[in-house]
């Protein structure tokens, strides 16, 4: 199974390193972003073991909690697309349709 992690997850990835270079820790973010690698690694024999993203309530959108972070991504027949990587306490949001 190929993965892939979008530019927004990238990018989250990196806010979550700069964080912690930030506070000083540089060590932590560095364990951290390589635990959530790992984490999303497992996808690849693994697929389906994310729950469905409660905010949305679709099969194919799914999240790995990795406390305190929720590894939003897409579960397609053969690939899987990581789309961000955010706190847990945070709440995805679908834009809302304009008609």
Known sequence: MKISISDSAFGDLEEIKAYYLEEGVPHIGNRIISAIVEHI???????????????????????????????????????????????SERLLVLPENET
């Open 41 to 87: 690694d497992t996808l690849c024999d693994n697929p389906d073991i994310g729950r469905v993203v409660p905010e949305f309530a679709v099969d194919k959108i799914r999240e790995l909690i990795h406390p305190p972070y929720r590894i939003v991504y897409l579960r397609e027949k053969k690939s899987i697309h990581v789309i961000r990587v955010w706190r």
